[in-house]
Nanobody, 115 residues
């Protein structure tokens, strides 16, 4: 069983930056392609970014391409999401999970971008 704990969210002005972290415990996730997802109030959870288990391949939602960068450190069982040039529409609770969303969801971390 893998337990995921997201952190690093907060309140930031438009144009600002944040770095999110997601730490896994209970079992290594080194063999999983991992992803970041987000859910804004009243909306469905949506895909943000994903990275292969080796870190050699990444993909991003069009809405964040060029602004967000995903990385991972398998030795630390942690994935990261560097977010730059944040926009109010990035406001959401951010979650990490396997790209297939096959792991139990963590509590997420709130990102609020003010205009």
């Amino acid at each position: 069983q893998v337990r995921l704990v997201e952190s690093g969210g907060g309140l930031v002005q438009a144009g600002g930056s944040l770095r999110l972290s997601c730490a896994a415990s209970g079992r290594t996730f080194g063999s999983y392609a991992m992803g970041w997802f987000r859910q804004a109030p009243g909306k469905e959870r949506e895909f943000v970014a994903a990275m292969s288990w080796s870190g050699g391949s990444t993909k991003y939602a069009d809405s964040v391409k060029g602004r967000f960068t995903m990385s991972r450190d398998n030795a630390k069982n942690t994935v990261y999401l560097q977010m730059k040039s944040l926009k109010p529409e990035d406001t959401a609770v951010y979650y990490c999970n396997a790209e297939t969303m096959g792991l139990s969801w963590g509590q997420g971390t709130q990102v609020t971008v003010s205009s």
